[in-house]
């Protein structure tokens, strides 16, 4: 037992997070969509994107921090 590897239990706390974040995800691959055609790099999801990681942060911190010794 002393020589195994401790596993992070972020990882899977994150994937078991990603289906209650769904409504931000849409935003941001709608978002993506809309600005796929955009030649002048100008246009980005960046607000989209960082809130749909938020969403699985805040999820992921309720259960995260009591596994943590």
């Not at 969509?33 to 030649?39: H, L």
Request: proline share 6%.
């Amino acid at each position: 037992m002393a020589d195994e590897e401790p596993v992070d239990p972020k990882q899977y706390l994150e994937d078991t997070c990603k289906p209650k974040c769904v409504r931000p995800l849409r935003a941001y691959q709608a978002c993506v969509k809309r600005i796929k055609g955009d030649e002048t790099g100008h246009k980005h999801c960046t607000g989209q994107y960082f809130d749909y990681w938020k969403c699985i942060d805040e999820c992921v911190a309720l259960k995260l921090f009591d596994k943590l010794k």
